[in-house]
């Protein structure tokens, strides 16, 4: 299965990533994907972006390709990879409550919440299931960032079957199978599905 899109990445803007927007939009097109979701932490994250910053995005480039002549990444009307421009939210509370405000949602083309340490304190498999419901109940978000990390403790089959019904996606990314990682809930959560 080839991949066509990408819609957890960071920037230097993160706080925590290596990359500037320009360098993932390149790497993008040297994959083949025809889209790229830049989704930077919400305001709570050590590092991470002011609101402000997301209220900006409108002044992005929302389609990219390289320059026939000299391969650079240019924004191109009718280029091969579309930007999407989104957030990583970070859940606060039980109530699925997110670290920004609706008026800077609803001008993303969609956003992520997912339960970090630094915003969430980590409670029961219950408890850590409800907020993760109740995130993705939230209109703007469609996905759940990393809910296989073993610090917060999920009732996947629930998280599946919720997620089925609010047609929600569950991320399981390139750390959530490796033996080596901190997320060792990824084969559960294929297993519920």
């Known amino acids: 299965m080839k991949a066509i899109m990408d819609l957890h990445t960071h920037t230097l803007a993160a706080g925590h990533a290596y990359s500037t927007l320009l360098e993932n939009i390149d790497a993008a097109l040297a994959m083949g994907l025809q889209y790229l979701g830049m989704s930077e932490h919400g305001p709570t994250s050590p590092g991470g972006p002011h609101n402000f910053f997301f209220s900006n995005y409108k002044v992005i480039p929302r389609i990219y390709d390289r320059e026939e002549n000299t391969g650079r990444v240019i924004p191109k009307p009718d280029g091969s990879l579309r930007l999407l421009c989104g957030v990583e939210a970070n859940i606060c509370s039980t109530n699925g409550e997110l670290d920004l405000e609706e008026r800077y949602l609803q001008k993303m083309d969609y956003a992520l919440a997912s339960i970090h ?18 995130a993705f109940q939230n209109p703007y978000v469609k996905i759940l ?14 998280l599946v079957r919720e997620a089925r019904q609010a047609q929600a996606v569950l991320e399981v990314n390139n750390s959530s199978l490796n033996p080596q990682s901190a997320r060792q809930g990824g084969r559960e959560i294929l297993q519920s599905c």
């Not at 340490?117 to 109740?134: D, M």
């Not at 960032?145 to 629930?158: A, I, N, S, V």
Request: aromatic share 12%; proline share 9%.
């Open 117 to 134: 340490p630094f915003a969430f304190t980590a409670g029961s498999r219950k408890e850590n299931t409800l907020a993760s419901v109740r």
């Open 145 to 158: 960032g990393h809910p296989d990390d073993g610090r917060f403790p999920l009732d996947y089959d629930e």
